[in-house]
């Protein structure tokens, strides 16, 4: 008994180590944007322009292109890149599931946001292929299986999406026009 009160502490402290130790995959301006954004679409589109960031971040630097002094990214491996963007996805599913769960507002606007998702996954899907081939030249082992998790969740998200817009249709472009 007195052996796992011994324990306790040091099982928080490495759990605690733990927490502190991953980095955070979202700038401080981000966060700051993502906090501000109280309308699902609105979070969405900036979640998924700090995805795009991230493979285009990452492309970048396999290619030998520094980044400039000061870049909030400067200090990140094309393997944190993709860890970013695999936990940003999974950040807009979580938020597309809680908008689609609560109703209210954001509800309504699921169909625009989930539109996004799809346009956007369809884009980064052909980013991550180029990626993947530079990890293949370049025989980046544990970046090559980031891009491999990254490609499953992606594909995951634009299932999601396609299937999200069948309940919550995006509204129509001349409906947009008309308002």
């Known amino acids: 008994m007195q052996h796992s009160k011994q324990l306790l502490p040091v099982i928080f402290f490495a759990a605690l180590l733990?927490?502190?130790?991953?980095?955070?995959?979202?700038?401080?301006?981000?966060?700051?944007?993502i906090q501000d954004a109280q309308e699902i679409d609105a979070r969405v589109k900036i979640y998924l322009e700090a995805a795009t960031l991230r493979l285009k971040t990452a492309e970048d630097r396999l290619v030998g292109k520094e980044s400039v002094e000061g870049d909030p990214l400067e200090f990140f491996t094309p393997?944190?890149?993709?860890?970013?963007?695999f936990r940003i996805i999974k950040s807009v599913m979580m938020n597309l599931d809680a908008a689609?769960?609560?109703?209210?507002?954001n509800h309504a606007l699921l169909g625009k946001a989930l539109k996004m998702l799809k346009s956007a996954t369809e884009k980064n899907s052909g980013q991550l292929q180029i990626l993947k081939k530079l990890a293949e030249e370049k025989r980046k082992e544990e970046l090559w299986n980031s891009i491999n998790s990254a490609i499953d969740i992606t594909n995951g998200a634009h299932d999601g999406a396609e299937y999200g817009l069948t309940k919550h249709p995006a509204p129509a472009e001349k409906e947009k026009k008309n308002k």
């Open 18 to 33: 733990t927490l502190v130790s991953a980095k955070e995959f979202l700038t401080d301006k981000e966060i700051e944007k």
């Open 100 to 105: 689609a769960e609560k109703g209210g507002p």
């Open 79 to 85: 393997e944190d890149m993709l860890d970013g963007y």
